[in-house]
Structures are given as C-alpha cells and as structure tokens.
C-alpha cells in the first residue's frame, strides 16, 4: 500500500525538479545574453542592433530550445542602456523575463 503513494509522489517530485532545472538554465542564459548585450550596447560606438544580435546569438548557443519564443528589446539611450530578453521554459509555460539597465558611456570632453 505505501509503495502505491510513494511512486507516485517520487515521480512528481522528479518531474517538478526537471522543469525547474529547464527554467534554471533557461532563466541564465537569458542572463547571460542580456548581460553581453547590454555591455556591447552601452559602450561608446555601441548600437542596438549589435547588441540584439549578439544576445540572440548567445542565448540559441546557450539555451538552444529552452527558451521558447525568445523576445529581445535594446534600448540605447543617451543615458540609459537597457535590454529585456521575455520567453517561456520548455515543458511548463514558465515565464522567462530577464531585465537589465546600465548607464550608456559617452564622451564629454
């Protein structure tokens, strides 16, 4: 009788430590591909489409299909650098949102 609740219970539990083991490394490559785009963007001779190309790249490097319909937005502005990277896990529709600001460097003589 135990071992009728307990597989159960032993299946569910792996099966929720997979899916979050998928958003983990989803979740860090976004990370990751926001932050090389970002530092790319902001620099001075920096542009926002050098920056969206480099996250894409990364992020299909690193997460390959983990991060399903990937969305990047870079924003260069003349004092504020931001990118955000949106999707979802793979498995469970988990929400991936992954945001960062940084200053834009800019030459003041």
Request: charged share 15%.
């Amino acid at each position: 009788m135990e071992f009728a609740i307990a597989v159960p219970m032993i299946v569910l539990i792996l099966a929720a430590l997979t899916q979050g083991v998928l958003w983990g490394i989803g979740y860090l490559a976004a990370q990751s591909a926001a932050d090389r785009a970002v530092q790319s963007t902001r620099v001075v001779g920096g542009n926002a489409a050098a920056g969206d190309a480099q996250a894409r790249e990364l992020l299909a490097q690193l997460a390959g299909n983990l991060v399903r319909d990937p969305q990047v937005t870079v924003t260069r502005g003349p004092t504020v650098t931001t990118v955000v990277i949106r999707g979802t896990a793979k498995g469970l529709p988990l929400p991936i949102d992954v945001r960062l600001t940084a200053p834009t460097e800019r030459f003041v003589p």
